[in-house]
């Protein structure tokens, strides 16, 4: 196992798609997943083969498709859901199932009405029977984040021994604190005596908006997979977004860990993702949101157009995002104002500039946004002739 490598174990397809109205079909979900290939994700979660026919077809025929990715379709920890996931995935290049049961106290009590000795059970069953189709095979144990921390690293241990190659920690409800989450991680690496026989996976969700910091706590102390989705789809709040991982990753250099994505293209997939799920991505959203790379207010505006690394941490470039955004609103200062008059071709002084900053806050007082029509018509006419024509060609 590459040591520093974090595995993309990206599962729009699955957990993203469960997204109330974010049913895909089969031509949708194989447009998609050449995509997330393209963008160099390590692993694709195609879908839960056994819920239903539709589901089946889709991971059948993107396991077909796909030539360097993994392809991975989901089951229980029972014996039909593992055999239909197995038929699923037999043309994939790199299948793996994805298997699992609930480790949570709550969830052996209340879903399963069970006992913790039954959950082991079940569990090392499901591995050996999906180990019969495939070498690759990856254990989740739903609900880590609130099981007993002993149980867990017990149950672990056998799946491993059991053949798992993956060992998937979820925090399923999203309750974990990153602190915590870390810990849980760590409590395996140094309990579970076979854990260097697999790769620990994160999978978290954002229920308290701890997803991405928890799955980087997850790597930071020894997970070397984090399962996510393009904007963070998810069920409820949704999961871990891919696309802030790979970008904290690649931000913090002295963590020493890196992933294969090509984020030139996270940006279009981000769009393309959201068009065909029919989630607008809010405006915030980090990385891909379309204010992420929008200066606003004078004092960033000022700082942003003398250097922009002042306030941008991620050249806009590098993300496959537009080139920065100076918004002109209420709120911007005369620095913005002369930025973007030039742009749109005037030369004026600074005296001249002084009098249309009055005129410009009068018009933003009244709008959310000041657009470049606005600038134009608020021009006085004996101003008019400061258009520079040189410019205006430039720009045009
Ligand atoms: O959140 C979760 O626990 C899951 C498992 C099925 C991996 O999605
Ligand atoms: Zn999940």
């Known amino acids: 196992m590459p040591h520093n490598k974090i595995y993309i174990f990206d ?10 109205g974010c049913k895909l079909n ?9 995509s997330l290939e393209a963008l160099g994700v390590d692993i ?10 539709g589901d089946f077809e889709s991971v059948n025929e993107i396991s077909k498709i796909i030539k360097n990715a993994t392809v991975c379709g989901l089951t229980r920890a029972v014996q039909k859901d593992i055999e239909v996931a197995a038929e699923a995935l037999k043309y994939a290049k790199k299948p793996r199932i994805h298997t699992g049961i609930g480790a949570s106290d709550i969830h052996i009590k209340y879903k399963f009405n069970t006992t913790r000795e039954d959950i082991i059970d079940r569990a090392i069953r499901a591995v050996k029977l999906a180990k019969n189709f495939v070498d690759d095979v990856e254990f989740y144990a739903e609900d880590a984040g609130r099981a007993d921390m ?5 149950l672990i241990e056998k799946v ?33 005596t076979n854990i260097d026989k697999a790769i620990i996976s994160c999978h978290c969700h954002n229920d308290l908006g701890l997803a991405t910091a928890n799955s980087i706590a997850g790597v930071m102390n020894g997970a070397r997979q984090i399962e996510c989705t ?34 030139k293209l996270l940006w279009p997939l981000s769009r393309q993702v959201s068009e065909v799920m029919r989630v607008p991505t809010q405006p915030n959203k980090a990385i891909v949101g379309a204010n992420a790379f929008s200066h606003s207010s004078g004092i960033h505006q000022d700082g942003f157009l003398k250097e922009a690394t002042t306030y941008e941490i991620i050249d806009p470039l590098e993300v496959g995002a537009d080139l920065s955004k100076i918004v002109l609103t209420a709120r911007s200062g005369r620095s913005a104002l002369a930025f973007r008059l030039h742009k749109l071709g005037y030369q004026f ?44 060609a430039m720009h045009a």
């Open 230 to 263: 393009i904007n963070g789809l998810g069920e409820r709040a949704g999961n871990t977004s891919l696309e802030e991982v790979v970008m904290v990753l690649k931000q913090h250099k002295e963590l020493g860990l890196y992933t294969n994505v090509d984020a």
């Open 349 to 392: 002084n600074r005296d001249e500039i002084d009098v249309l900053y009055q005129i410009f806050l009068q018009v933003a007082d009244s709008k959310k946004e000041v657009m470049d029509n606005d600038l134009h018509a608020m021009i006085p006419s004996e101003l008019q002739v400061k258009e520079d024509k040189g410019a205006m």
């Open 150 to 154: 002993r149980f867990l690293a017990q």
């Open 26 to 34: 089969t031509k949708e979900k194989i447009e998609l997943a050449l």
């Open 44 to 53: 694709i979660e195609a879908g839960f083969p056994i819920s239903s026919p």
């Open 160 to 192: 491993i021994t059991a053949g798992a190659t993956v060992v998937n920690i979820p925090d399923t409800t999203g309750y974990c604190l990153p602190g915590q989450y870390g810990e849980i991680i760590a409590f395996l690496k140094n309990n579970v």
């Open 11 to 20: 599962t729009t397809l699955r957990d993203g798609e469960q997204v109330p």
